[in-house]
């Protein structure tokens, strides 16, 4: 009887502290979480932290891309019923073969603005994105292309404008993609305004867009070869090389593309462990090209990744990849050297950051792709830094609570944050369950963004709005007085377009600068402003002409804010 008691009192007690220990851990998330939207919020931490930028967008993201005027356009697909968010002046949509509402006044489609006290817009798409690709094209316009049912072959165009501005998409009504492209990707040239657009489901083609000729779509066996039983060939990763020709993996597979031609130059070696594209959804990026070797060293990284099988077995989640693979791509015998993470991960995002590092983030440690298809979420980012030695590549960073599995998206801001947004792992908007469609927008702040950094962050006080191939221009950049500069670094990063789990256009090129760069008078403030002398990518085959963000890096801390400068070509 006493022992009954006594056992019945130890309950009690647990679940009592069990309370109060949730309460303090909730209280503690509020405080740093809460209403932060501009840059300062909670700093402090090596590990990176976590900022809750909405509490409901209206919208569920699943496609994301930054454009140059700092808004994030953000695109769910148009058959799921009503969204959190209704088009404004009395718009609607009215589609007589639409799956779910043929009558529907919500927006599927949003521009958010970070740090606005209203930081949604809605905006109007009229048919079905789900699943498709796009790119940023030379003029900052984003060119998004193809999606489901009627919007299959679609070409929509969104020409961005200032945040108080009243821009939208515009779907063409006079050209369209060649072939249905439902998870393709697209990859834009040195042209700066044709994109190449790879693949899609039962699509071994790609085809280029615009294409005023109206050639055929052309053949691509690789994709062919490269899909199984439950994909793995789609969304495949595209990364335009310093010669101008294509390095396209799939499943795991890779080749060299001189898409002109229809040649492929290369073929590369299997890379070892699980499939890595749609539905097993791993990443890639190409780590950052360098003016320091000529641009001429190209190395692919490719992480995570899912069991093959996992998407034929539902409700089984056997657990994810946990390696990546690195392949030096010009090298005589390129193979791939394969690396541990520090926890396995599908459905992980690949962002370079302003530093020169890749940060993973997003997904979830067991499963794949697909509407309930994965569980376990992989709440806590890794840093991994290419430039250290083998094992010592991966920091582990702060978690975040909320899951981020299918159908979410990161993006770069041009403060250094990083947004977060989406998951839906369901069909329709299902708010109940273990995990909820997600409205909440976040931003992870690396560790850059630490307090204890700002006595040697740098400030970029002027840059050149537009530069063109190979011109020498300078950078103002003020670093407090305090800090011995020795060195400063340029990072010239693209603004891509994500989807499901790839970053379609990005890359980053650290430029070449003189270095120790040269000291003007103190500017007052405690400030002292360098000039620094660098000098444009020398061909567009490097970084097709579009709007890039341009960091200044001094000591491994980026600027606080980039600015924007547009890449030209003379006609
Ligand atoms: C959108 O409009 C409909 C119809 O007027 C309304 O029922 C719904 O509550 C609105 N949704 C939101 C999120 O405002
Ligand atoms: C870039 O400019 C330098 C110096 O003017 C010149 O030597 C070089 O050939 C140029 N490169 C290209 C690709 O035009």
Redesign the pocket.
Known sequence: MLWALLKLYASFMVILLSAIAIALFMTRKLNNSGQVPTQGGDRGENVGSWQLLSENA?ISSMHAAVTHYGTVVMLDRTNIG?????LTGGRCRDEADELTLRHD??AHSIVFTPGAENPVRPLYIQTDTWCSSGQLNGDGTIVQTGGDFEGIMKIRRFWPCAPDGDCDWVESTKESLKMGRWYASNQLLPDGYTQIVVGGRNVFKYEFIPNPSSSPAINLPFLQDTADPQGDNLYPFLHLLPDGSLFIFANRDSIILDYSSTKVLKKFPTIPGEPRNYPSAGSSVMLPLRAADGYAHVEILVCGGAQYGAFLTPGQYPPASQTCGRIDVFAAEPKWEMETMPMRRTMGDMLLLPTEDVLIINGAQNGCQGWGMANNPALTPVVYNPRMAEGQRFTTMAPTTIPRLYHSTANLLPDGRVIVAGSNTHQYYTFTGEFPTELRVEAFLPRYLNVAYDNIRPTIMQAPEKITYNESFQVRVAVPASAAVTEMKLSLMSAPFNTHSFSQGQRLLSLQVLTPPSSTASSGGGEKVYIVSATAPPRPELAPPSFYMLFAVHNDIPSSTCKWVQLYRHR
């Open positions: 209206g009503a969204s959190q968010i209704n006044c919500s």
